[in-house]
């Protein structure tokens, strides 16, 4: 028993060394996707912009004209994007747009807006950034305030968790402001 004793208190004294606990710091996944390479969509809408080229363009399940899904396969993400016409109903919209946003707030641990204005195309809007675990990280609406509207929301297929989807969420933030400053009015 006695030295049992000993073993122990010895084993306690070398554990117990002076060396300095630190802990480790927090990371990201460190995920790598292809540099984005942009075309001109070709939709046959009263809009167009460009595309990355790594998004696959598909018909909106609900076969509503000029709504279209950019599938990212390799992000396992979409960009949903709808159309409608303004027929006096510019105030609703905006209302709608507006409030889709903030439908991530219990999740969302931050949500910015930045207004976006082209005078040249008639291009008016605002994109939203949403940080936290929140459904979608991404959002936008355009208008030319008087005939068209377009609004745009990333999702990916996956539970959000912020800190696993970042990569991606980035990846698709950034495709969507160039999608933003590309954005042509087809007449």
């Known amino acids: 028993m006695k030295s049992f004793l000993i073993i122990v208190l010895v084993l306690t004294f070398i554990s117990c060394g002076e060396e300095d606990t630190t802990p480790k710091p927090r990371a990201f996944l460190a995920l790598n996707y292809p540099e984005a390479k942009y075309e001109t969509a070709n939709l046959n809408c009263p809009y167009n912009f460009e595309i990355n080229t790594l ?82 990280q991404a959002q936008f609406y355009l208008t030319d305030s008087l005939n068209h509207f377009v609004t745009a929301s990333a999702y990916f297929r996956t539970r959000p968790n912020y800190d696993s989807i970042i990569p991606a969420a980035d990846y698709l933030k950034k495709d969507m402001k160039h999608m933003i400053e590309t954005f042509r009015w087809e007449e």
Request: one cysteine or more.
């Open 55 to 136: 998004a696959e363009i598909k018909a909106s399940r609900n076969n509503i004209p000029c709504w279209i899904d950019l599938e990212y396969k390799d992000l396992n993400g979409t960009i949903f994007i709808t159309y409608q016409q303004i027929n006096n109903n510019l105030d609703s919209l905006l209302a709608d747009a507006q409030k889709l946003p903030l439908q991530h707030t219990i999740k969302a641990d931050a949500i910015e807006g930045d207004v976006y204005t082209n005078e040249i195309q008639e291009v008016y809007g605002m994109f939203y950034e949403v940080s936290g675990d929140a459904a979608s």
